[in-house]
């Protein structure tokens, strides 16, 4: 068995994630998100330069990768290289998606994105089923109805589901 930082095992998922995305993601990941320390957009003419592939990377793995789990990276490696691997290091800690259970967000009520579900987290508890959210267009059971509907299709889900729901 072949052991792995879980930095490493990210780097190699960020990687491959990179590769899959056409040069127009690219652009579009960098037009959004591609800033200096005062906030000002940073111009750039290559993306293959190699400042880009560095932002580029960090970005994958800071921001599209967080929270999935050491499970998931050791099933991503395994795959790939035909061998078994173990993780090592701290997944990320994260927040309960009131809506599909999974821990994706960074933080409660901050009107976070849950990367698996899109309910925009608008700081509702986990019991308050039929309130209307305005953010969402729904009632959060209805919300985790179609997610359920929709997790049928998904091979696997790269995030923890949460042990208990607690507030």
């Not at 173990?86 to 009520?109: A, F, H, K, N, Q």
């Not at 959060?140 to 509907?149: C, D, G, Q, S, V």
Request: glycine residues 2%; contains cysteine.
């Amino acid at each position: 068995m072949r052991i792995i930082s879980r930095k490493l095992a990210l780097t190699h998922l960020a990687i491959n994630e990179i590769t899959q995305c056409s040069e127009k993601d690219i652009d579009n990941i960098l037009f959004a998100d591609y800033f200096n320390e005062e906030g000002e957009h940073i111009e750039y003419t290559n993306i293959y330069n190699d400042s880009i592939q560095e932002f580029l990377l960090n970005y994958f793995i800071d921001v599209r990768l967080k929270g999935y789990s050491n499970k998931y990276l050791q099933q991503f490696l395994t795959a790939l290289y035909k061998e078994n691997f173990s993780i090592v290091g701290d997944e990320d800690i994260l927040e309960i998606c009131p809506c599909c259970r999974y821990l994706t967000l960074t933080s409660r009520g901050n009107y976070d994105i849950c990367p698996l579900c899109y309910w925009e987290d608008d700081g509702k508890s986990f019991n308050e089923l039929d309130n209307y959210s305005y953010v969402n267009h729904s009632t959060l059971r209805a919300y985790r109805k179609k997610f359920e509907e929709r997790k049928l299709e998904l091979n696997n889900i790269p995030y923890k589901l949460a042990s208990s729901i607690a507030e």
